[in-house]
């Protein structure tokens, strides 16, 4: 039985047991030995017997009640803030098992503060890097803001700040929009709405979004890809997913390179490969760039907030997809993203 794996229960239940075999033995032997006498000494025995019993009992209940004061005690200190109070339970039983419980609780406890202390800690430090992100914008804004009113009578000036200012706001833009549809992931409120959309397309239209800023800066963008197939996802949502990672590639490249955008169906997968010849991903960073908020101490990037990477992959994985990189530092980067269960077009 479990109550008898208690070592204290068991000696009070083998007490009791051997004060009942020495009352019968004892009874007996009165019996046989004091005929006609007996009943007085076997009421003798039966009171030592009890008075046996009961200081048995109470000796065991006396140091359960210690024990559970303890235990009662040791709960007041952790509510009241010592985080190091445990139960001792290095005994058997039901008791000691419960107390194993409570110290188990405890622990995850613990585990939990310290948690939400370095997610409060995480939270700080991000509200403090998106406002300062925030605040280098504006800054140029207003700026820029001084100068067109002083060069009102010159129309190249006004024209290079007013493009100048359309940066920033882009920027500020791209920043909302990306911490509101991290939220939305976050919150499981988004709902991909698929149908049968065409590759070729589509990347067209990412290519066109683009097509202005990579002229300005001196780059290219190429497609290339079989134009028949088509894939089930939802289309501003998949657009969203390769613009960001297209973006990445622009803005880690330079003056002549290139971002290519390739997709095929092999092995009943869809394949898209977006690569660029830029100045790459550093080997320490690889692992992290899908980590929200990430920013690496190698990278010369001072505007992003790597937000685009995190949310391009939550896009992905939500269409059932998987997405991978690889980078040569120098010879830049490429992001491969699969899709299984695509039949060829």
Known sequence: MKILANRKIKALFYKILLSMLVFSLFSAAVMWLLQGKDAFYVWIGAAGMGIFIVSACYSYFKEQNEIMENAARQIREYISGNKEARIECQDEGELYRLFHEVNSLVSILNAHIENEGKEKEFLRNTISDISHQLKT?????????????????NPPAVKEFADLSEQELERIETLVQNLLNISKFDAGTIVMEKAA????EMMECIRKRFSFRAEQEGKEIILSGDESIDFACDRNWMMEAVSNIVKNALDHTKKGDSVRIAWKVSAS???????????GIHPQDLYYIFKRFYRSRYSKDTQGIGLGLPLAKSIIEAHGGSITADSELGAG????????????G
């Open 333 to 344: 980067a490429a992001f491969y993203l699969y899709f299984p269960g695509v039949p060829p």
């Open 137 to 153: 914008p504006l800054a140029a804004l207003n700026i820029y803001n001084d100068i067109l009113q002083g060069e009102a009578e």
């Open 269 to 279: 997968a869809l394949q898209i490969a977006i690569k660029d010849n830029g100045r």
């Open 197 to 200: 959309e065409n590759m070729c």
